[in-house]
């Protein structure tokens, strides 16, 4: 082998093996592709093997060449072409033949250096990409790029301990797949809303299951084993009676915490289902675009510190003619009521706020304010306990189903859901940057 210019006096270039960068690979030469591709070849320092087998000093038997893809490096796509040796046992009673070298710098027969997997890897999980944007920087096919992050995305949730140290959980749900039938478009998430020393919250992806049954949250609990069962503190939930269940069977010790933005939603429903009886009690009709209370439907589910003086001033005009009996400005104070639970200035206030609403609303005339109240009144413990908690919500969820949706957006929607999990685990790790809400503590 010629010496390199560089003068350095080696067979190996230390300025190209600088910006190669793997410990251990050599580049021995560097040319350009027919498409402008940066083309390498290298080989190991390995000078010495032994059989797996009988251990006996192994022979050279000649090189052979891995082609792989490796990370884009300088705007160009990069082509490595790893003369491997090939070693041959000594030992003739062996029955171990011929084998190749390996090194981590990529697995034997793979089509991607380790570290071109871990650059799409990371892609997913920091960047708002695709597999095929990745694919494409990689000179390979969706395919190919697919199959080599699905094994490293695989083995990332594989991680022993992943779920350890959870103390605050969260879930929800969502569709994933909008034209699907049946109970398998839902998708039920566990989320970590654990906070750090400093209060801060970066919310979690634990995992995503098809369904949304109590069963099915039992069952995840269950499989998780004791390490979450004794270190989950708090569990968010949204008003529904299965998953209740699930943490009072499972999480014996958890505090179940009904989050502030289903408690606020069970309120805005409320309003609306008065603003649709009153509509039709006063006109016989569905409300129309100049209808009073069609008028401002939006306007009465603003937040009555964001409301500006025009949409004030729309309610003070169409509310009275609308709603003859203040049926529907009755549901409009109770739900901006709800709201105030949670921009309360104190713990002490906002819990204050819920206890007379849940000790007085159950026996309001309007039908509908009634049953918000009695509904409430079954949560009583679960709404209360937000306060003794310091404020854990499921605000992190939300952050998350953002996240999961701009995934599925960008990948135009999945239909395969091992593939939709593995990427929503990727993109939804709590490695990007989330402002966590203002809360109380
Ligand atoms: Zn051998």
């Not at 010495?48 to 192994?58: D, E």
């Amino acid at each position: 082998m010629d010496h390199c210019t560089c003068g350095s006096g080696a067979s190996w270039c230390a300025r190209t093996d600088e910006i190669f960068g793997v410990d251990g690979v050599h580049v021995v030469d560097v040319s350009t592709g027919e498409d402008g591709s940066v083309v390498l070849d290298v080989e190991t320092d390995q000078t010495l093997a032994g059989c797996s087998t009988c251990g006996v000093v192994a022979v050279g038997h000649g090189r052979r060449v891995h082609r792989l893809h490796d990370a884009p490096c300088l705007g160009r796509l990069v082509l490595v072409r790893w003369r491997k040796r090939v070693w041959r046992c000594a030992e003739e009673s062996c029955p171990v033949s011929t084998w190749s070298e390996t090194h981590p710098f990529a697995a034997p027969r793979a089509k991607l250096s380790t570290r071109a997997i871990e650059w799409a890897v990371d892609g997913l999980r920091h960047d708002d990409t695709t597999v095929s944007a990745l694919a494409r920087h990689l000179a390979v096919d969706w395919h190919t790029a697919w199959k080599a992050i699905k094994g490293a995305a695989e083995r990332r949730v594989k991680r022993p301990g992943r779920t350890s140290g959870v103390k605050a959980l969260g879930v929800d749900e969502h569709i994933w797949r909008p034209g699907m039938r049946g109970k398998n478009r839902a998708v039920m998430i566990m989320v970590d809303l654990t906070r750090d020393e400093r209060g801060c919250l970066h919310a979690r992806l634990l995992d995503a299951v098809q369904g949304r049954t109590g069963t099915a949250y039992a069952d995840w609990l269950k499989e998780q084993g004791l390490e979450v069962t004794v270190s989950v503190e708090h569990a968010a939930l949204d008003p529904f009676r299965g998953y209740a269940n699930a943490i009072r069977d499972q999480l014996p010790d958890a505090v179940a915490v009904l989050d502030a933005f289903h408690v606020v939603k069970l309120g805005s429903t409320a309003l609306d289902e008065v603003r649709r009886r009153v509509q039709q009690q006063t006109l016989h009709r569905r409300g129309h675009k100049n209808d009073p209370l069609y008028r401002i439907r939006r306007t009465l589910l603003t937040g009555v510190e964001h409301l500006t003086d025009r949409q004030r001033e729309r309610l003070r005009r169409w509310l009275p003619i609308g709603d003859p009996n203040g049926e529907v400005e009755l549901a409009w104070s109770v739900y901006q009521r709800l709201r105030s639970i949670y921009h309360a200035t104190s713990p002490t206030t906002g819990r204050a706020i819920t206890e007379k609403l849940l000790d007085t609303l159950h026996t309001c005339p309007v039908p509908e304010l009634a049953r918000l109240g009695r509904t409430l009144r079954a949560w009583r413990t679960q709404i209360l306990a937000y306060f003794a908690t310091g404020g854990v919500s499921n605000g992190g969820t939300e952050a998350i189903n953002l996240v999961i949706e701009k995934t599925r957006r960008l990948a135009h929607g999945f239909r395969n859901f091992t593939n939709y999990r593995l990427r929503i685990l990727l993109a939804a790790d709590g490695t990007r940057p989330y402002r966590a809400r203002p809360t109380h503590a």
